[in-house]
């Protein structure tokens, strides 16, 4: 006899956060929704994709505290900084090159193992939405959960 | 009775690009090719994580147009400057020690959500491989679709 | 008649790898590890994603030798200076957040294809763990292998 619950059991499940952010510097902690969606998928042991939709914010971890917040903001502000000449902004007339590039170079994604039902984080590790946009944006990330 | 098309479905799907590319600076445009694949795959629900094999080249999202090309080009000569000392090619005797650092630091994945059928990208979010070495090279892209 | 091995078998495979890393610098070929996570699995085509629990420490690829650690561990140290003013270490009272900036920027996930029962990597091309934290620390990696 087949388990029902084998072959009825789906292995991705879809989760969509939708957020309101603050413009340029703007971080925020994900980690909650990311861990609802891990917990209402019933998945036991796999992995949970964040990614976010857009080309001028990112998702990577952090300790999440205002002091790194901060001093993420600054070495970005040095590797890639607002008031340098960008020739997206000429070619656009718009005001944020400096905000695709550090986009492209942190990742629209990071994918966090699902272990035992819980998210394999550490304890001072969050999962964030870095918005490096110059204006508040409304933000989709969407977090695939896939496994068993 | 159990349906036919849950137990015959395979849950992934490879799907393997090939290009050559001009060397630095290259930047070439996945997302019909990984749109291509997650159709292909006949997946709704999941994620399509696009790898380039090698160590000189890296893949991410970015809005993909000439202005940016050349902002993010000139932002990584800034961090990973070609003609600095590399230990690398001081081993080695190459001239590519910047191109590895740059792959490094972008890495090599993005995981973009499968969702409904269709990538889940924004508008002026496209998938892209980056070329760093300092000469035209055949690439590999892998293109995993794992999901429902 | 529906084949036994089709509703028996998972589709994620989890594999914990701890080592003990030197501090700032270390650099760690976790290849071998990944690679038996993925023959252990048994699984023919999927992914492996390599997860690194905890804020100082990075996951990516490089061509793993002596040069290119050098030459990483300088780029970085440009990038986020140790010797940096950080509101993180005025806040905590610690010494590293240069370490927590380096390893939000170069990620802590990779996910390398698996095919036909192997690892698609280049010849070149390691999957490594990057230790930035100022002092020796032991580190859980995860590797979640999924697919068929």
Known sequence: MIPSSRYNTRMTHTHTVRLTTKGEGDIRDLTPEVA?????????NGIAAV????????VTTIEFEPG???DL???????????AHHAHEAR??????????????????????????????????QVVLCEFDTRPRE??????????
């Open 51 to 58: 990614f976010v939709v857009g080309s001028t914010a990112a």
């Open 68 to 70: 790194l917040v901060e």
């Open 92 to 125: 656009w007339h718009d005001d944020n090159g400096h905000s695709h590039i550090r986009a492209s170079i942190i990742g629209p994604t990071v994918c966090v193992p699902v272990a035992n039902g819980s998210l394999a984080l550490g304890t001072w590790q």
């Open 73 to 83: 903001g600054r070495t970005l502000e040095q590797l890639a900084p607002r008031d």
């Open 36 to 44: 609802r969606a891990a917990e209402a998928s019933g998945i036991q």
């Open 139 to 148: 933000r989709t990330v969407i977090v695939q959960v896939v496994g068993d």
